[in-house]
């Protein structure tokens, strides 16, 4: 099942209220405020990839206008040992 990890940096003390927002849409599994150099991080996960580059694609308006988005793709099975 595709899936990414998604880190947003949110406008100062708006951070529960994105937090909030985003926990209450389809495909978003977790979220989390965390402190470091983004805000809040986010597990997406979709039956297909199409479906999770939507939801990716989504968490801009979901995240009401976010500073910054770092998304990573989650490969698994690629570490070998």
């Known amino acids: ?3 990414a990890i998604v880190l947003l940096s949110t406008a100062s003390g708006t951070e529960k209220s994105v ?3 985003l926990r209450a849409h ?3 599994q977790e979220a989390y405020m ?3 150099a983004f805000d809040i991080i986010v ?3 979709a039956e297909t990839f199409e479906k999770l580059t939507s ?3 989504k968490i801009k308006l979901y995240a009401l206008n ?3 988005i770092v998304t990573m793709l989650i490969v698994e099975g ?3 040992g």
């Open 26 to 28: 389809e495909g978003i």
């Open 34 to 36: 965390v402190q470091s």
């Open 55 to 57: 939801i990716i694609s």
């Open 66 to 68: 976010p500073l910054s």
């Open 78 to 80: 690629s570490v070998t």
């Open 19 to 21: 937090l909030n927002h």
């Open 1 to 3: 099942m595709p899936s």
């Open 43 to 45: 597990t997406v996960k």
